[in-house]
C-alpha cells in the first residue's frame, strides 16, 4: 500500500452497492478496509453529500490499482477537475481519521443549507434504517 494512491468512498460507490461494477471499475480498485473522516454527511435522496465540518464521516479506503479509475469515477460524480465551478464534487486530499494516511475523497461543491443532515455520519447504516420496514401496531 506504501506509495499507493487511496480514495476514500463513502456512498453509493461502497460495496457491497453494484456501482462499481456498473461503472467497470470494480477491478481497477482494491478494497483496503472500513476508515472515517472528518466531516459531515447530507442526504441528497439517492446518494450523500459530504462536506467539511465537525463529525466522522464513515466509508472504505480503498487502493487504485488502474489510475484510469480516478477518470471514471470523476465523470460519475461531475468532478471536473478544470471547471471547478461546474462541478457537483471536487476530488480533494483528506487526512484517514484511523490509518493516519491520506486519500482522494469527494467533497460536495453546492449549498447544502436546509439539507437533511445524515447525522450517524454512516451513508450504509443510514440506508439500512430507510429501507427498514416499520412496524405497525393492530
Given at each position: ?5 487511496l480514495?476514500?468512498l ?16 470494480e ?14 454527511l ?32 470523476d ?12 462541478s ?15 486519500a ?27 429501507q ?7
Amino acid at each position: 500500500m506504501p506509495g499507493q494512491e487511496l480514495i476514500f468512498l463513502y456512498g453509493s460507490l461502497m460495496l457491497p452497492y453494484p456501482t462499481q461494477a456498473r461503472l467497470g471499475v470494480e477491478q481497477m480498485l482494491e478494497y483496503v478496509g472500513p476508515d472515517a473522516v472528518a466531516g459531515r454527511l447530507f442526504d441528497l435522496g439517492p446518494y450523500p453529500a459530504l462536506t467539511p465540518g465537525p463529525g466522522r464521516v464513515s466509508g472504505q479506503v480503498f487502493a487504485l490499482k488502474d489510475p484510469r479509475a480516478m477518470a471514471i469515477l470523476d465523470r460519475f460524480e461531475v468532478c471536473l477537475p478544470f471547471e471547478p465551478q461546474e462541478s457537483e464534487y471536487l476530488r480533494e486530499q483528506w487526512p484517514l481519521l484511523e490509518r493516519g494516511l491520506t486519500a482522494w475523497v469527494y467533497v460536495f461543491n453546492r449549498p447544502f443549507s436546509g439539507l437533511p443532515l445524515i447525522a450517524s455520519g454512516d451513508w450504509a447504516l443510514h440506508q439500512s434504517r430507510e429501507q427498514a420496514p416499520s412496524s405497525t401496531l393492530g
